[in-house]
């Protein structure tokens, strides 16, 4: 009897027979989207994707349902490097955006520790990427990579849903932008992803994450954004210090 192990609430669990996963599919623990995995297999699969092997040809009507998540092509679905550079990407743009408000709103502002106008900064945008996920499920920097963030059964987040999980990414994923948590949590949520298929945030909020194949121009669009970015640090720097002579 083949038996299975599934993620729940950022928990590997099992092993279960496949009579217990449509037990939990029908109470509403367990989504199509849910992370299995089984011996021989060499990474977590949604379970969606093994119906026809798990329950043998007759997969329980909560797993054949449709759902409205975006097809994924065949993209790897556990991609932390991508993720990882979608919301630096956002940080970036974001950080970009306040700067200008904040120079023509009281320009002094500009000149506080960059620790502490990177902690406000991230933590104003948790606000801000929440409307952006419930209104688009996604982000300038996710959108960009083919990122889209959905509950479990395929619809956008409410309000307080995003809230919730833009939190806890904000506490457990980032840190709260302080240096040595941040390496710290960031470690720990890369080892999560890759060992379990999803992050805590997202099993604790019943959320699917989905990514699409990027093209190359894309991919040059990001290192350009990067690049662009880079000049300007470094140009506000070398201004900085000829101001100091």
Same mark, same amino acid.
């Given at each position: ?118 902690? @406000? #900064?991230?933590? +104003? /945008?948790? =606000?801000?990427?929440?409307?952006? !996920?419930?209104?688009? &499920?996604?982000?300038? $920097? ?76 894309? @991919? #040059?669009?990001? +290192? /350009?954004? =990067?690049?662009?970015?880079?000049? !300007?640090?470094?140009? &506000?720097?070398?201004? $900085? ?5």
């Amino acid at each position: 009897m083949q038996l299975w192990h599934y993620v729940e609430e950022g928990q590997a669990q099992g092993p279960v027979t496949a009579e217990v996963l449509a037990e939990l599919l029908k109470a509403g623990r367990l989504f199509p989207e849910t992370l299995v995995w089984t011996d021989g297999m060499d990474g977590w699969v949604e379970m969606r994707l093994l119906a026809e092997r798990i329950f043998d040809g007759n997969p329980p009507q909560e797993l054949s349902a449709e759902t409205s998540l975006p097809q994924t092509d065949g993209c790897p679905q556990i991609r932390p490097w991508v993720r990882y550079w979608a919301r630096s990407l956002d940080y970036l743009l974001w950080g970009f955006v306040l700067g200008l408000v904040m120079l023509l709103i009281y320009e002094p502002f500009l000149h506080i520790n960059p620790f502490l106008f990177s902690f @406000i #900064a991230t933590l +104003v /945008f948790v =606000f801000v990427e929440s409307a952006m !996920l419930c209104s688009w &499920g996604t982000t300038p $920097g996710k959108a960009l990579l083919k990122i889209s963030v959905h509950r479990g059964d395929g619809a956008l987040p409410g309000f307080n849903e995003a809230l919730t999980r833009s939190l806890r990414v904000w506490v457990r994923g980032v840190g709260m932008s302080i240096p040595l948590l941040t390496l710290i949590t960031q470690a720990n949520a890369y080892a999560r992803l890759t060992r379990d298929g999803v992050t805590s945030w997202d099993s604790a909020g019943n959320m699917v994450v989905r990514h699409q194949r990027i093209g190359p121009l894309r @991919i #040059a669009a990001v +290192v /350009f954004i =990067f690049a662009v970015f880079m000049l !300007l640090i470094v140009a &506000g720097v070398d201004a $900085g210090s000829g101001q100091g002579l």
